[in-house]
């Protein structure tokens, strides 16, 4: 049971160049989220999926787009990536409502876009 | 959208004290309110969580109480060890939403 893992754990960007994130879990959960996080300013919610083939933006939503086609993996696009994407993301999911609201998180990649 | 303020940004206590840190929260419909531990260059990890439906968790050293009239939630770690300095993170959820963060107390335990 590997819980929640992301690929790549590592990535450098020039502006302009698109990549894609990928979060996998193993815990059957329903729902998954993206976040970022920037030093000093906490973590905050990307985007959000509450089911397979199910998406809704979160707080900072801007420049990403995301992708939920299997329920065990969450995809995190950035089209044109900018030196403002330069952050920690994190992914994390969880069993859905009603059932435990805990969120697990996977181990995070850090991106730099130059 | 929801608002999680947090306090103190910085907090230095002396090994074995008690530490506090406090939030605030906007949205009255947040049902869930989680504190997480994270570790230079870790994931946040868990560390308690309270729901709407009740006022005080304890968990060993670690306690949460919360206030919804209020708006308020805070993290009491007592007996403080050496291994507890890290960041903290306090968090609220309504519903499906995914978590709104504050922005982080960074605990320092001195020897």
């Known amino acids: 049971n590997a819980g929640v893992t992301q690929t790549p754990k590592f990535r450098v960007l020039k502006t302009g160049q698109s990549m894609t994130l990928l979060c996998a879990q193993d815990m059957n959960h329903e729902y998954m989220y993206w976040y970022r996080q920037d030093p000093g300013m906490g973590l905050r919610l990307i985007h959000y999926?509450?089911?397979?083939?199910?998406?809704a933006k979160g707080e900072v939503p801007d420049g990403y787009n995301v992708s939920r086609l299997k329920k065990q993996n969450f995809l995190l696009g950035l089209e044109s990536a900018a030196p403002s994407q330069t952050s920690v993301y994190f992914c994390?999911?969880?069993?859905?409502?009603?059932?435990?609201?805990?969120?697990?998180f996977g181990p995070g990649t850090r991106l730099t876009v130059t | 959208g929801e608002n999680v303020e947090q306090h103190p940004s910085t907090l230095s206590v002396q090994e074995g004290d008690s530490a506090v840190i406090k939030c605030t929260y906007s949205d009255s419909a947040s049902n869930y309110f989680p504190w997480y531990k994270q570790e230079l260059g870790k994931r946040p990890q868990l560390i308690i969580d309270?729901?709407?439906?009740?006022g005080e968790k304890k968990d060993q050293r670690i306690a949460v109480t919360l206030n919804k009239t209020a708006k308020h939630f805070s993290l009491h770690i007592t007996e403080t060890q050496p291994e507890d300095s890290a960041v903290y993170f306090c968090a609220a959820r309504r519903g499906a939403d995914g978590l709104t963060f504050g922005k982080g107390t960074h605990l320092i335990i001195q020897p």
């Open positions: 999926s509450v089911g397979e083939g199910t998406t």
């Open positions: 309270i729901r709407s439906n009740v």
């Open positions: 994390a999911s969880s069993l859905g409502l009603a059932r435990s609201y805990e969120q697990y």
